[in-house]
C-alpha cells in the first residue's frame, strides 16, 4: 500500500486549503481513511476520518465546522479542504488507511498558518 499526501503550503490565517491523497496498492473497498496531523513539539493527532464508502465521517473538536473529508472512490483519491486556517493549524499532515486501525500512513505534507 502506498499513500502519497499533497497540498500542503504556506497560508495566511483565514485561508484555506485542500490537501490530498492518492492511495495504490490495493482495493481499499472495507477500508477507512484518516487525517492525522503532528504540530512542532507536539504528537500526533486524529484531524478526520471516513469510510471508504463515504458514510460517517468524523472530526476532531479542533476542525469541525471548518474542514471536509471526502473520497473519490474511482480516483482512489481521500482529500481534507481546511477552511479558516489558524496558526495553530499549522503541521504535518498525515494521511493513513487502514480496517480496525490505521496500519498504513503516507510521508506527510506540511501546512503553514502565518498569522
Known amino acids: 500500500v502506498q499513500l502519497q499526501a499533497s497540498g500542503g503550503g504556506l497560508v495566511q490565517a483565514g485561508g484555506s486549503l485542500r490537501l490530498s491523497c492518492a492511495a495504490s496498492g490495493r482495493t481499499f473497498s472495507s477500508y477507512a481513511m484518516g487525517w492525522f496531523r503532528r504540530a512542532p513539539g507536539k504528537e500526533r493527532e486524529f484531524v478526520a476520518r471516513i469510510t471508504w464508502s463515504g458514510v460517517t465521517p468524523g472530526y476532531a473538536d479542533s476542525v469541525k465546522g471548518r474542514s471536509t473529508i471526502s473520497r473519490d472512490k474511482a480516483k482512489n483519491m481521500v482529500y481534507l479542504q481546511m477552511n479558516t486556517l489558524k496558526p495553530e493549524d499549522t503541521a504535518v499532515y498525515y494521511c493513513?488507511?487502514?480496517?480496525?486501525?490505521?496500519?498504513?500512513w503516507g510521508q506527510g505534507t506540511l501546512v503553514t498558518v502565518s498569522s
Open positions: 493513513a488507511v487502514g480496517t480496525t486501525r490505521f496500519e498504513y
